[in-house]
């Protein structure tokens, strides 16, 4: 596919995740400020009811990231946005924001978002790191760096 015909497909994608954060945030900012005022008809009490809350405010986070991350590489494009964060980190966002969306749609507890989000946040990191070890770079190293030895992302 050439680049001026997947132009308008990528658009399009982002507009449609876009919207998709955009769904998310409003519904975990509704379901938070339930939980603040205490309106939920569950009781929940300890562990519970704090795993829930971090997982709606984790929630909150992921998506108003996903909105900001399409603003931004809509208007910098791709290599503009993350050209200068550290190689591990976009694994990292990507594996988070998965296993976020994932435990919210697929459980539909709030209290699995935590721990799944913080499981394949470290699996992302491991993944990361081991592919800067196999190039024989730090962990600190860039993802320009990466592009500059060739390796694609």
Known sequence: M???????????????????????TYASGVRLYEHVLGGLSVPQHGMSLLLDIGGNVLLLGVSCFGVIAVLLIGRRGLDGVVGNWPYVLPAVLVAVFCATIAATLGARRMTWVLPAASLFGLIGLWAGWSVLRQ???PITARVSDMLSIGVQI
């Open 2 to 24: 050439e680049a001026q015909a997947a132009r308008p497909l990528f658009k399009t994608i982002g507009f449609v995740f876009g919207l998709f954060c955009l769904l998310m």
């Open 135 to 137: 190039h024989g770079l």
